[in-house]
């Protein structure tokens, strides 16, 4: 990295963290301090709310996913739009009725203290676990890449993340976040532009749109009705609705941001925002992907895009094999170079024979390409079985240090950091509110002042802060970090989400039924996640129905006993 680089990556990150502290300055009360005072404008809850799910592993992982998998992951989000209709027409105006601080206040009030207990439990579980990830996702990847030392780069992060959190609360969180997406946007833009002009001088945007088709990178659309497909139209529609109704309708993570605004409408207007521009963004940031795959059809890749894993077996006495799969990767490369002219060709020229034939060749060469980067992946794991074979975190990261100009890459690293502690920012907040709210305040003490609650969000923000740190400092990575943190809320939410569904429409249910059920329902989702009965997205759906109907069988038999026992008597 150029000095250059470096005076715009870390005057980004002061810049984030100094704002915040200054903005956010005073807060001491607990609607302050927790809801930012309700004074967030629509504009200011959508980016908060897009900024808290975009997190480092979404401009990391989905490029990579885009590059070797084509853009079918956006199927992911089709449920979004869907779930921001209901939770704007459910969730959002009942949670501001009652005035909670957090979601689960809302199960006390609708069941009991146990029942408001457990979600807020099984929340800081499966939150707590993100958190840490989202600190390590861009560590891992960045320490690999540029040689900086890992437990440093975690720290680094909790740290700056810590600091303003802690000072200044929700309010904090929102405001910064409005930088930090507006850093990330341009960021992407100047990054697709680049990848654009990087292209031979006759690749087109729509001839490369063409290019990447040809290797079958924009198939969007699968109708296969298939439950252990990981990203169909089905499963998105399905089990991102639930996923994302759960999401956002019952993770404090993303409740606090809402539950900020100054009204119902102007929390409704910043979910729909969200709503209309995921989609988009997704789409784009997968597209940016796809493009760095074009680029790589006119220039060499790396056999496997982790220079960790390159140097691991390059210094192993694998060493000479694996120089002889990289000649090979070479020669594929050089292949696909000249197949690629041949197929730009036959567009211009709107030869239909040629193009048949060319893309028939760029698919063989395409599978042979993989048969070699799957060798070398088997090789790695020979070399050294604790290095990390898939390499899809890598792609983005890896062109963007070797092809993209002086202070591009610190503008690029400045929004892979800033979205690293955008996300984590929202989930320490909202972990510290719910450690303090549903589980100090309710259970331990609950006649204090409202300057003592502060300082004990404040405290257990800073305590989950550290805790993600130390789960960052033992994270291993896993198949892909973006459906790493997918699928940790996959076991999660469906549970959590029909238990808010009981309490919404379900009224004849009671506190007792709901929590036994929501108990052996955890088991058994963790059970079938375990055992793999399906794709992790069904999970959502699968949670949700169960634990609706084991409540309704409980309270079922639970009335019955009791009228058996009542005409008994």
């Excluded at 009652?98 to 029942?115: H, M, Q, S």
């Excluded at 390059?314 to 197949?339: F, M, R, T």
């Excluded at 309710?442 to 502060?454: G, P, S």
């Excluded at 929590?515 to 329902?521: E, G, L, Q, Y």
């Amino acid at each position: 990295m150029a000095t250059l680089d470096w005076y715009l990556l870390i005057g980004t990150l002061l810049f984030i963290v100094g704002y915040g502290v200054w903005k956010t300055r005073g807060s001491k009360n607990v609607n302050d301090y927790v809801l930012g005072g309700n004074q967030s404008k629509w504009w200011t809850i959508g980016l908060s709310v897009m900024a808290t799910q975009a997190s480092a592993i979404t401009f990391l992982s989905t490029p990579g996913q885009a590059y070797h998998d084509g853009m079918g992951f956006v199927q992911f989000y089709f449920g979004l739009p869907l779930a921001m209709i209901v939770i704007c027409i459910v969730f959002v105006p009942l949670y501001h009725k009652l005035k909670v601080y957090t979601a689960y206040e809302f199960l006390e009030n609708r069941f009991d203290v146990k029942t408001r207990t457990l979600a807020a439990f099984l929340f800081l579980i499966q939150r707590g676990l993100a958190a840490g990830i989202t600190i390590y996702a861009p560590s891992i990847i960045l320490s690999a890449v540029l040689g900086w030392d890992l437990r440093i780069l975690n720290i680094l992060i909790g740290i700056l993340v810590i600091i303003y959190t802690v000072s200044g609360g929700t309010k904090a969180v929102s405001v910064t976040q409005k930088q930090q997406m507006f850093i990330i946007m341009i960021g992407m833009f100047v990054a697709f532009f680049f990848i654009l002009g990087y292209l031979p001088s006759d690749i087109t945007f729509s001839k490369a749109l063409k290019v990447a088709g040809a290797s079958d990178k924009l198939n969007i659309l699968d109708f296969e009705f298939n439950t252990q497909s990981r990203y169909t139209v089905w499963s998105g529609l399905t089990g991102g609705f639930f996923l994302f109704m759960s999401y956002f309708g019952t993770d404090q993570s993303q409740v606090q941001r809402y539950l900020s605004g100054k009204s119902v409408r102007e929390s409704q207007l910043g979910l729909i925002f969200n709503g209309i521009l995921k989609i988009p963004m997704q789409f784009f940031i997968l597209l940016v992907g796809v493009m760095v795959f074009v680029f790589y059809q006119y220039n060499s890749s790396p056999l496997n895009f982790n220079p960790a894993a390159t140097a691991v077996v390059s210094n192993s006495s694998y060493a000479d094999d694996y120089k002889l799969l990289q000649e090979e990767h070479l020669k594929i490369s050089d292949q696909k170079q000249i197949v690629q002219t041949r197929f730009s060709e036959a567009l211009d020229a709107n030869d239909a024979a040629a193009l048949a034939s060319a893309k028939k060749e760029i698919i063989s060469l395409n599978e042979k390409e993989k048969l070699g980067r799957d060798a070398a992946k088997v090789m790695i794991t020979q070399a050294d079985g604790s290095i990390e074979t898939n390499d899809k975190d890598y792609v983005f990261i890896h062109f963007i240090l070797n092809y993209l100009p002086q202070g591009i890459i610190g503008l690029l690293l400045a929004v892979i950091l800033s979205a690293a502690m955008s996300s984590t920012a929202s989930e320490l907040n909202a972990l510290g509110t719910i450690s303090a709210l549903d589980i100090y305040k309710r259970n331990f003490k609950n006649n204090e002042t409202d300057e003592h609650y502060v300082k004990a969000s404040k405290i257990l923000t800073l305590i989950w802060g550290i805790v993600a740190i130390t789960i960052a400092s033992v994270a291993s990575l896993f198949d892909n970090l973006i459906q790493l943190v997918n699928i940790i809320g996959s076991i999660f939410y469906g549970n959590v989400l029909g238990i808010f569904l009981l309490a919404f429409f379900f009224k004849y249910v009671k506190g007792n039924a709901v929590f036994v059920a929501a108990v052996i329902t955890q088991g058994i989702v963790i059970i079938g996640w375990w055992l793999d009965w399906m794709s992790y997205l069904w999970l959502n759906a699968f949670g949700c129905a169960l634990v609706i109907g084991i409540s309704i069988f409980l309270e079922s038999f639970d009335r019955m006993m009791k009228n058996g026992a009542t005409i008994k008597s």
